[in-house]
Every structure is written in C-alpha cells, then in structure tokens.
C-alpha cells in the first residue's frame, strides 16, 4: 500500500531543515525562497498552538484525576456508619427534657430516634431527633474543610470533629425511626424550632452511629399514628399500609385496627404515650387514697373453679383433669377478706368477661379498681368512700397531668370534665333519673320505665340533662331496680322493688357498680333462688358457706373500670385506645 501523505500542519517544523519547495513554473527561485519561508512560519505557529492545547489538556486531566482520587478519602469515615455494638462517646450522656440554657457549649451523647431528615445542599442537614413521649430536639451536620495534603487517612485523632460530604449526605438518607447515638455540641439557634419542644437549643452533630434501622416502608408512620384513629371496628381483613411518615396536616387517618396491628409505632407517637402516663396516674392515684383511708390491699386469683356469680358469660378452659374459669369479678374475694377481719380492703387486677360486645365501650380482659369496705351505720358510708376516690384522681390528674391532657385535646378535643361543687355532688335515685328522662329528655324516652335498667342511649341523654341541670359530668345513680343488680344486692328494707345499689357516671357513662351486700346466708339464700339460681350449685354454694360458717359483718363496695375512667375523662372514642393491649372478641394479638 502506498504511503499516505503526513499532514504537515501536525509536525513542527524547523527552518533551518525545512526541504526547498520545488520550484513552480514560471518563477523564479528567490520567489520559492519566499515562500517557502511563509509556510514554514505558519507551520511553526500551528505545531505551538496545538501543542499548548495539548499541554493544557493533559493539565486538566491530571487535575481532574487528583481531585476525583481527593474526594473518594473520606475524613470522617470513624464518625459515622452502622454498628453492632454501641460506640465508645467520651461525652456524657444527656436527656432531651433536662437541656437547658446551661448546657450551650457542652458536648454531649444523645440517643433518639429520627423523626425527620433533609438535606440542605450537598453539604448541611437537618434531622429531628425524639428521645421519648414529644421530647424533639433539632440536629444540624455541616461538611467541615478537607483534610490537608500529607495528612494520615486512617488517624483516627486527626477525623475528630471533621464531617464530611458523605457523612452528611449519609445522615441525610437516615429512614424514619431508626435508632441512632449521636455526640453533638449544644447549641443556641440563630430562631427557635418551633417544630421541636426543644425549641430554644439545637444539636450541632460531629458523630452519628446507627443503632438499629428501620424499613424502607412503615406500617403506620408517626404522622398517622399521632392522629386522630379513622375506622373504628375491627371488619378490616387486609392490613393497611400508611406512609404518614412525618406529622402533617395532610397525613391519612388510620383506623383503630391499623393502629393495634403496628403496637410498637402506634406507642411510639406522643399521644399515646400521655394516654398511658394518665392511665397509670389513675391507677396510682386509686390506691394513694385508699392506703391513706386506711385500706389494705390483696390479690384476688383469676383461676377460679367454677362460674362465678352464676353466669354463662365465662371464659373456661381446661386445668389439668378438671375445667377452671377466668374471674368476672374479685367481688367474691373481696367479700371473703371482709368475712376473714379484714376492715377495709382493695385490689387492682384483670377482670374476664366472655360477652361478645363488640362496641368501643366493652373489652373481654380489662383491669379492675376495686374495694370493700365494713359498714357501720349506713351504706352510703362506700358510697362517699367511692366518690372521694374518685374525685381525688380528677383532682389529681387536672393538677398534676396538665400537660398530658392538653397535649391529647390537640388530638381528640374535649370540653374540660366538670365536678361538682364541694358539699354540692349529684345523687339521684334510678327513678328520678328516669322521670327527669321522661320530662326533659328525648322524646324516645318519655316513657321508660323505674323498674328496668337503663340503655346506653338512655344513660347517655341522662348525662347531658345532668351536665346541662347540674353542671357536672360526674355523678351517682343511686336504688338501682332489684332485677338490675345481682343476687348479693341488698334489697332496700323500705322498699323491696329497689336495692342499696349505685352506679358511678362519667359524661353519661357508667364507670362504677357498687353497693351493699347481703352478708346473713339465710337472705343470700333467699335472694339467689329468686334469681332462678341454686345455692348449692358449684361457686356459689362456696361463697354462701363462708358466710354460713362466721359472722359476717354488714358491708359494700364498689368496682371501677379503670380504662373506662380515663377514656370518659378525656372523652376519647374509644376504651380500646386506653387498654395497653386491649383484648376483644375480634381481638387476641399482639
């Protein structure tokens, strides 16, 4: 093959070796002297110019090399990443609700959740960080200069206080509720967070750890777990999925049923977590009063041998070679204490009942407040005992539980539960509570009945003409008819269609049954076969003997639902959101 001709223009070119043009026809040599010249000049100014092009060329790709080699070295990699194995802090460790205006400047170690995160840039982020209830504080994590040239890549002491661009874009990507141990400087915020309860500090991050991380989706997000629950029954058959991840105005309503299928992030929202804290108030508060009355406590078994109070709604199951029931009630336990010398007694404890009532108000397990105590003169003595306790946890939470309630209005609003007056609380018999029913009520209602008990509609009319009457949410319903109460009712000695038995109502609902107990055998005997009962069939033929076998002093009491006591109270839609775990006859898990 021929060789092809070389372009000249792409070799320099020195004059001094430069080949003589030929000459051209027609001219002479000088006139080839000239311009052979001219080509060469032009040729050396070309071969430069593109020479320096390549120069600069070759220069910019070197530096691009040099800084995409920079930039792969990670300055902080040791501040940040995932762990099996909680890192070593030299900070102490410090609790979102105990910042305060002394800690700026500080360093300190805080594990909390993330509750937001974004990015600001490539090199700043922000996170939300929630420790426990709405605990919320403010992280910010800014790029820090690069590490010099010369510098050693793995010296940990030279990474402290560095943060790169991949630890920020890392804690920016961070998913939603996980669990993270951050060091962090305490510092004030050029304008308060308002999205934050700590809203007067923010934490600036020099280390992030992974504790544990959450999933890419989660069954219910934080947004909608802090909301309102939609749905109330329990007919859902597919789980539902919301991606309410942040707490917005626009986050979905999630049902009841999608709220107790995801405990632990249905716990996690605030709400919730105030719900429970009153909860447990109410408890405490319940046994405070009754320690200070001189009470004594005792715990009733849950295994009993056979149904007790004679009803069918009993839960059995099978106790080695024989049967066992659950409890509906310590109300035989208690009566024993009392047979047994005890004055004045008191338990907290599960309550069973197999009754398939499937409505916000009922649950098959709930846990029971409940007393007895002698009586020396009168049974209204239980019933003041009753509505001291009572009035002594309103008293107690309204004081001391300011914030949880106010923090649950936002969720479920509510006018503030009204009480009586001092010296002034309301106590009406059955039948005046009907014949008020009757004369200012509904007009469905201007015909019951003194001698029936009443319905939850009828119950629920009766506590708006009261609040409306008497300006109070909270009140009794005292001499409940005979065939509304059980057969250790006391009959009225008065009146024998009517029995030394109340009810406790909180916003038109019943809390609290109680009364006087019939304590002589020979009238428990009388009373349980007029019921169409036996008192020789099993349970109940051991609760009459022990009242057949000492003397058994007149006494009363009462029982208190203790998850329907604070539903009503902050007038929530349902018991179910109260109960930790709550158990239905739809419901057996988690």
Known sequence: MADQPKDTASVPTDPAVAPTPTPATGSTSAEGAEVSKKGAKKAEAKAKKEAEKARKAAEREALAASSASASSIDNAKDNYGQISHIPTIKAGIAHLRDLGEGDVGKTVKVRAWIQNARMQGAKMAFVELREEGNWTVQGVVAATAEKKEGESEGDKEGSEGVVSKQMVKWIGGLKLESFVEVEASVQKPLEPVKSCKVSGLELHLTKVYLVAAAPEMLGLGLGAASRAVGRLDEEEVVEEKVEGLTITEGTPLASLATHLNNPAMHKRAPVSQAIADIR???????????????FKKFHPPSLIGAASEGGANVFKLPYFEKEAYLAQSPQFYKQFEIAGGRKRVYCVGPVFRAENSNTPRHMTEFIGLDLEMEIEEHYHEVLHMLEGVLLYIFKGLSTDYREEIELIRTVYPSEEFLLPEPGKEVRLTFAEGQALLRSEGPPEFANVSDTEDMSTPQEKALGALVRKKFNTDFYVLDKFPIDARPFYAMPDPENSAVTNAYDFMMRGQEILSGGQRLHLPHELEKTIRAKGLDPNQPGIKE???????????????GGIGLDRVVAWYLNLPSVHLVCDYPRTPKRLSP
Do not use: M, T, W
């Open 280 to 294: 447990i108030a109410v408890e405490d508060l319940f046994c405070e009063y009754l320690k200070q009355n001189r």
């Open 543 to 557: 609760y009459v003997d022990v009242f057949r076998s000492v003397g058994v002093p007149p006494h009363g009491g």
